[in-house]
């Protein structure tokens, strides 16, 4: 639920931006804060969150794809960086054309309960943020699955990921960089 909600946090910052909500009427201490630091501050909470994520990926189940008798298990590589942009601009664009904050609440709801049972792919935007890049890897047994990695990844000959982090039956973040 929580790369879920990561995933798909960022439609409310947009929102927010889009109708000027400042922190600023919050508190006497931040009436004179200019209008971007509350900009500033709902971006980084999705930031905060996801960073928080990467690094309860470790408590994930281990596991593993190694090469055997020096074959590599991997026989094709495919970046997904940008398959998904446009799903998630998609996104941005339905937050901008959403006229009051209910609509939003129900909007975000199904958005969130589609990507929570669709459990196939957990693509966040902001990992890139942090270096991670999304790939398809498609092994000899023609399965294909979503690896997560900090890794350049473009030969398929001997890729080996030996620690691998499981997010689900398809969907992996490697933690070796």
């Not at 946090?9 to 929102?15: D, G, R």
């Not at 909500?21 to 969150?49: D, E, H, M, R, T």
């Not at 958005?111 to 000899?140: A, D, I």
Request: proline share 4%.
């Amino acid at each position: 639920m929580f790369l879920t909600f990561n995933a798909t946090s960022l439609i409310l910052v947009v929102y927010l931006v889009k109708e000027q909500k400042v922190i600023n009427g919050w508190s006497c201490y931040l009436a004179g804060l200019p209008q971007w630091v509350s900009y500033v501050l709902y971006f980084a909470v999705p930031v905060l969150f996801t960073f928080l994520s990467l690094l309860l990926s470790n408590k994930l189940a281990d596991d593993n794809i190694e090469a055997e008798k020096g074959q590599s298990a991997i026989r094709e590589v495919e970046q997904a960086n940008n398959a998904y942009l446009p799903s998630y601009l998609g996104y941005f664009f339905v937050a901008l054309s959403v006229p009051h904050c209910d609509t939003l609440i129900f909007v975000f709801a199904i958005l969130f309960l589609f990507t929570f049972l669709s459990q196939t792919l957990y693509f966040n935007p902001l990992f890139l943020v942090f270096g991670y890049h999304f790939y398809y890897l498609t092994t000899e047994t023609n399965i294909k699955i979503f690896v997560i990695s900090k890794r350049n990844l473009k030969n398929p000959s001997g890729l080996n990921f030996p620690n691998l982090k499981r997010i689900n039956d398809f969907t992996f973040i490697d933690k070796d960089k």
